[in-house]
C-alpha cells in the first residue's frame, strides 16, 4: 500500500519534472527568438514537444516572410533580388 502510494507520487515527480522540462524548453526558445516566454513555458508544460515543433514551425514562417517581404522582382529576368541590389545574382545585370 505505502509503496504503491511512493510509485505513484514518483510518476506524478517525474511527470511534472518532464513538463517543466519542456516549458523550459519551450521558454528558452521563446526567449531567443524574440517570444512571449511565459506563454510558451506554458504551451510547453501543456504539449511538450508538439509546443516545440509549433515553435520552430512558426519561427521558420516568420523568417521566411520577412526575406520575401524584402524581395523585388529583376526587371531583366523577373527573378526575385533583395531591394538593396545593384546587380541581379541571377543575370547579373545592373538595376
Ligand atoms: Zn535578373
Do not use: Q, T
Amino acid at each position: 500500500m505505502a509503496s504503491a502510494a511512493v510509485a505513484s507520487a514518483g510518476v506524478v515527480i517525474s511527470l511534472g519534472l518532464w513538463s517543466l522540462f519542456w516549458g523550459g524548453l519551450c521558454a528558452a526558445l521563446a526567449a531567443w527568438r524574440g517570444r512571449d516566454p511565459s506563454l510558451w513555458f506554458f504551451a510547453g508544460l501543456l504539449f511538450s514537444l508538439f509546443a516545440v515543433i509549433a515553435l520552430l514551425i512558426l519561427d521558420v514562417n516568420a523568417r521566411r516572410e520577412a526575406a520575401a517581404a524584402d524581395r523585388r522582382a529583376c526587371p531583366h529576368c523577373a527573378e526575385p533580388i533583395r531591394h538593396a541590389a545593384k546587380v541581379c545574382r541571377y543575370c547579373g545585370r545592373d538595376v
